[in-house]
């Protein structure tokens, strides 16, 4: 059984950073998904923050370029996501994501919440 499990999140100050991490257990070639970092905000619908795909490239969101940088880590099996100069509307709960052709696994999210 595969398992996403997100930690990191956290209330920080507007300007602030946090980083999430991502580890994924279970049976699962951690190389040939797609890894990434969803979020969703009350009353909005679940959008994409980042993506790491199998040949290391990445894509961001245009509200997180810039200010985001997602990483993986083949050995550890996980994903992390920096976040920096965090603005209230980047509130939400962030949900890992592992994708590969019709394979799709979640995290259970984890909360970020920027207010001062």
């Known amino acids: 059984q595969v398992q996403l499990v997100e930690s990191g999140g956290g209330l920080v100050q507007p300007g602030g950073s946090l980083r999430l991490s991502c580890t994924v257990s279970?049976?699962?070639?951690?190389?040939?998904?797609?890894m990434g970092w969803y979020r969703q905000a009350p009353g909005k619908q679940r959008e994409l923050v980042a993506v790491v795909v199998v040949d290391g490239s990445t894509n961001y969101a245009d509200s997180v370029k810039g200010r985001f940088a997602i990483s993986r880590d083949a050995a550890k099996k996980s994903i992390n996501l920096q976040m920096n100069n965090l603005t209230p509307e980047d509130t939400a709960v962030y949900y890992c994501?592992?994708?590969?052709?019709?394979?799709?696994?979640w995290g259970q999210g984890t909360q970020v919440t920027v207010s001062s």
């Open positions: 279970g049976s699962i070639f951690f190389l040939l998904h797609t």
């Open positions: 994501n592992a994708q590969r052709n019709a394979l799709n696994y």
